[in-house]
């Protein structure tokens, strides 16, 4: 059984940072792990991802550039540094997981295609 669990969320200004963690635990080797969120009124959306395994790493238009993905093997962590954050970027973000680890966009960025989540962390951007 796959857990996760989130930290790392909070009140920043426009254009600050954070960085959010997700300890994982349970057997990952062959999926793939990544950040969702959800802002108040929206669906659920894909943020980023990578093989728990290592590379294939995939971002959303909307943070390229600005967010990054990494996994820290020896902390059993993937960790999610934002940057130039914007008041768009408020939303409550995930911890989730892909048992199928998929490789195209219209599967991987579906959130009903991750089959275990954490519970959730909120980042508040301030303008």
């Known amino acids: 059984q796959v857990q996760l669990a989130e930290s790392g969320g909070g009140l920043v200004q426009a254009g600050g940072s954070l960085k959010l963690s997700c300890v994982a635990s349970g057997e990952l080797s062959n999926y793939a792990i990544g950040w969702c969120r959800q802002a108040p009124g929206k669906e659920r959306e894909f943020v980023a991802r990578l093989l728990w395994s290592g590379g294939r790493l995939y971002y959303a238009d909307s943070v390229k550039g600005r967010f990054t993905i990494w996994r820290d093997k020896a902390k059993n962590t993937v960790n999610l540094h934002m940057n130039s954050l914007e008041p768009e970027d408020t939303a409550v973000y995930y911890c989730?997981?892909?048992?199928?680890?998929?490789?195209?966009?219209?599967?991987?960025?579906?959130?009903?295609?991750?089959?275990?989540w954490g519970q959730g962390t909120q980042v508040t951007v301030s303008s």
């Open positions: 989730a997981v892909d048992e199928h680890a998929y490789t195209g966009a219209s599967a991987y960025a579906k959130a009903d295609n991750w089959e275990y």
